[in-house]
């Protein structure tokens, strides 16, 4: 914002309220419109719902990591939005079967690989079976319930996993750094959606440039601020793209990477 002209507490306020999980969402948007906010910022279905729930007719600048907002009936169409919701949607779907993809040419002649899942992320790993088998997987899917996981004693369910694969949600994001110590313990090599479960100890990661998108977002805010409507702004697609791999987890791992392969990576731990 402030590279569009933006400086906080003279021409724009921005106001923020952390939550330690998805319930936090509603009060808190219920709070930021007693603010008397101009625009809400949601990212993800669960904080899209709760700012729908407390915005009445204000605009929102949506980022869909996670879920397609057309396909769920929260916007018209992607060219014409409709209502009082637009932003940015991450291509999931194809994401998941790309991290597939990226895993076999890690793991030639890996054969079983777990899918982990919530609620929130089902979708995903419905697409990521599909891609496992058409390229010799054979997908051992695992669900997560309540709001905090045992992944070590969901990796331990998958058996004789050889890979496993972790979707995009913001479960999996608050919890990386746990993710990252059940798979470390496990010995048991993964690609996960968001490069910060990589950097915690992950063999390697595909999906979005997070940061990147959040200064997308931006745009839509300076937009929107200077009068744009949201049933007019189009929903757009991503398009930053990040791939992330632990080279020390590949030793630890007895992972081989090639160089050719780790080139073509955005950030490389080591």
């Known amino acids: 914002m402030a590279e569009l002209g933006y400086q906080d507490g003279r021409n724009f306020n921005f106001e923020y309220i952390q939550t330690p999980d998805i319930e936090g969402y509603g009060p808190a948007y219920r709070e930021l419109a007693a603010r008397k906010v101009d625009v809400f910022f949601a990212v993800g279905e669960p904080g899209l719902r709760a700012a729908q729930a407390a915005a009445g007719a204000l605009?929102?600048?949506?980022?869909?990591?996670?879920?397609?907002?057309?396909a769920k009936g929260y916007v018209a169409s992607l060219?014409?939005?409709?209502?009082?919701?637009?932003?940015?949607?991450?291509?999931?779907?194809?994401?998941?079967?790309?991290?597939?993809?990226?895993?076999?040419?890690?793991?030639?002649?890996?054969?079983r690989i777990g899918l982990v899942s919530d609620a929130l992320s089902r979708d995903q790993i419905d697409t990521a079976a599909e891609a496992a088998r058409s390229l010799g997987f054979v997908p051992l899917l695992v669900g997560l319930t309540g709001p905090r996981p045992d992944y070590?004693?969901?990796?331990?369910?998958?058996?004789?996993?050889?890979?496993?694969?972790?979707p995009a949600g913001p479960l999996f994001m608050r919890?990386?750094?746990?993710?990252?110590?059940?798979?470390?313990?496990?010995?048991?090599?993964?690609?996960?959606?968001?490069?910060?479960?990589?950097?915690?100890g992950a063999l390697m990661s595909y999906g979005v440039d997070l940061a990147g998108l959040f200064r997308d977002m931006a745009d839509y805010v300076d937009r929107i601020a200077k009068g744009g409507k949201p049933t007019d702004l189009p929903i757009e697609h991503a398009t930053r793209f990040h791939m992330a791999i632990n080279l020390k987890a590949a030793?630890?791992?007895?992972?081989?990477?090639?160089?050719?392969?780790?080139?073509?990576?955005?950030?490389v731990f080591e």
């Open 251 to 267: 030793v630890r791992l007895g992972v081989s990477v090639s160089n050719a392969f780790a080139a073509r990576a955005n950030e």
């Open 59 to 70: 605009p929102i600048a949506l980022l869909a990591v996670d879920f397609d907002p057309m």
């Open 175 to 200: 919890d990386r750094v746990a993710i990252a110590e059940a798979l470390t313990q496990a010995g048991i090599p993964s690609i996960c959606a968001f490069r910060e479960i990589a950097e915690a």
């Open 152 to 166: 070590a004693a969901a990796l331990r369910r998958m058996g004789d996993a050889q890979a496993v694969v972790i």
């Open 79 to 111: 060219a014409r939005p409709g209502g009082n919701v637009t932003g940015i949607v991450v291509q999931q779907m194809e994401l998941a079967a790309k991290r597939i993809e990226l895993l076999r040419e890690v793991l030639p002649d890996a054969r």
